[in-house]
Each structure stands twice: as C-alpha cells, then as structure tokens.
C-alpha cells in the first residue's frame, strides 16, 4: 500500500499546469523541428521559426505559449493499493486537483477560459472546473497527465457512429474530411486524436487520449495502426492548409490512432483535434 498526501498531488499539479502552459515539451519540439525543416512552402517556413521563437520566449519569461490557456484536462491513473492522506484540509482527490489548477493558474496568471453555464456564459474566475477522467487500476501506479486544450482546436472536433460497412477507408476519409473542414481554424500543424471503437461516448474519451498516450510522432504499436496512422499523416499533409493555414506541406505534426473492443452492429470513429500548441505534461508519485 502507498499512502500519498492530497497536498503533494495539489502542489504538483500546480506546477506542471504552469509549466505545460509556459514550455513545449522535447517530443513536440523535435517534430516541430523536423517538420520545419521539411516544410517547402516559404511562409509556412516562416510559421514555424515563429512557432519556435514563440517557444523560446515563452519558456523563458515563463509566459503562456499561446492567450488561450485552455480548458484543464487530467488523465488520472490511480492504483487500487493507493491510501490518499487528506491532509491540509483537502478533502479529496477532485479537490486536490481543482485546488491545484486554480492555484496554478492563478499565480502563473493564466487566461481563465470557463464559463459556469454553456448558456449564460458567466466565467468561474479560476479556470475550474478541471475536467477529470479517472483511470482506476490494480496496483499502486498514480500518474497524472495534464493537457491545457484550447477552445479552437476543440471545436473542430468531431464524432461519427458508423456501421461496419464502411470500413476501415471509410473511417480514414472521414478523419482526412475533419481535418479539410477544420482548415486553419484550429491553429495547425495540428495534431489529431483518432478513437476507434467503444461506443458514441467512448470513442471521444479514446480520441482525447490518443493526443497523450504516447510522445508525439512515436509509432503505434500495433503495426495495423501504425500504418494507418502514416497513410493519414500523409493525405492529412497533402492537404496543403500548412501551418496556420499559411499553405505548406505541414498541416499535421502527428496522427494517433486509439482504438477498443465495439458492438458488432457500430463502428464508432472520433477525431479530436489539437492545435500546435501541444501543451501535455504527466507527473507520477
Ligand atoms: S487553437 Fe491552440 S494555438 Fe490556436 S488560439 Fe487556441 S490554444 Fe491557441
């Protein structure tokens, strides 16, 4: 059994929603190096140099990378042998996290990006809710991964329930049509969250987790996925959006693919997009 303190899960977790927002990873910083180096198009070129310097600045002045600092998603991972000590006056793990995302983005003076009612638009003032998936799991693993996900790229997300009819070209084009109709509108080069199967909830959360699972442009596993995913990031790049649209041959830095067990009569497909601001970060105790 491993006991951990709520005040130890808060303090970490205000300081990776801070340090998610101020610095792009190694992972996404070596693709955007790679993809800049590849890009053909002079002013997609130059997006990205900009993309770069962003980086630089934002990492050193400990600015966001982007105004958008997003909704705050957390993946949790927390093992059945796991005691949690509520000390400091936390009476939860949700209060934990909301505690440490408020705290977070407050002192890091990060856009407040939620409002309490999708109709009436009042802003909560702390950027919580924080938005939390709960992994329960034999063992005692906690891992926490965080994404910062910003409103653009989220609304040109999509879900779709096929039938099994329309097989796998009919899930690839409905990925490569997502991303067509999105354009520039979700800040590319983008990268793109695909859930296969599960159900019509299930294939969102799967899609969402693709963006995470893995560091960015890693090969899927499974070799039926992995070359799926390359088939992808090729006609996604064929595009020719580009960087913020710029026109290029960069539209995508990555495609995952996440895929589960389904119902034999569906064939759920979900694409979440990210934009380039790719702001992911995991902390384990
Ligand atoms: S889509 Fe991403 S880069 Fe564009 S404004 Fe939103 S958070 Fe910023």
């Not at 990776?16 to 990873?25: G, T, W």
């Not at 996404?28 to 800049?36: A, D, P, S």
């Not at 440490?100 to 009042?122: A, C, H, M, N, Q």
């Not at 499974?222 to 913020?244: C, H, S, T, V, W």
Request: proline share 5%; with cysteine.
């Amino acid at each position: 059994m491993k006991t951990i303190n709520l005040s130890e899960v808060r303090e970490k977790i205000r300081e990776i929603v801070q340090k998610a927002n101020f610095e792009l990873q190694d992972d996404t910083l070596t693709v955007v190096k790679e993809m800049e180096a590849k890009e053909e198009s002079p002013a997609g070129k130059s997006v990205f140099q900009q993309m770069l310097e962003n980086a630089k600045v934002a990492k050193e002045e400990k600015l966001g990378l982007c105004q958008d600092t997003g909704l705050a998603i957390f993946f949790v991972e927390l093992g059945e042998d796991v005691q949690l000590n509520k000390d400091d006056g936390l009476g939860s793990l949700k209060e934990a996290i909301t505690e440490g995302t408020r705290l977070g983005y407050e002192e890091g003076y990060l856009r407040k990006s939620v409002v309490e009612d999708p109709i009436r638009r009042k802003n909560t003032g702390d950027n919580t809710p924080a938005y939390i998936h709960w992994e329960l799991e034999p063992g005692d693993a906690f891992k926490v991964t965080f994404v910062a996900k910003g409103g653009g790229a989220e609304n040109m997300s999509q879900i779709r329930m096929f039938a099994p009819a329309a097989g796998q070209d009919g899930i690839e084009n409905f990925v490569v049509e997502t991303v067509d109709t999105a354009g520039s509108n979700p800040c590319p080069p983008m990268v793109v969250g695909v859930g296969v199967g599960g159900n019509f909830e299930y294939s969102a959360l799967l899609a969402k987790k693709a963006l995470l699972r893995r560091p960015l442009g890693s090969q899927n596993p499974d070799p039926f996925y992995a070359d799926m995913e390359k088939r992808l990031l090729e006609r996604i790049n064929n595009l020719g959006i580009g960087p913020q649209g710029m026109g290029g041959r960069c539209t995508a830095l990555a495609v995952h693919v996440e895929s589960f067990p389904c119902h034999i009569a569906s064939m759920p497909a979900a694409v979440n997009i990210q934009c380039h601001s790719h702001r992911v970060l995991s902390f384990e105790l």
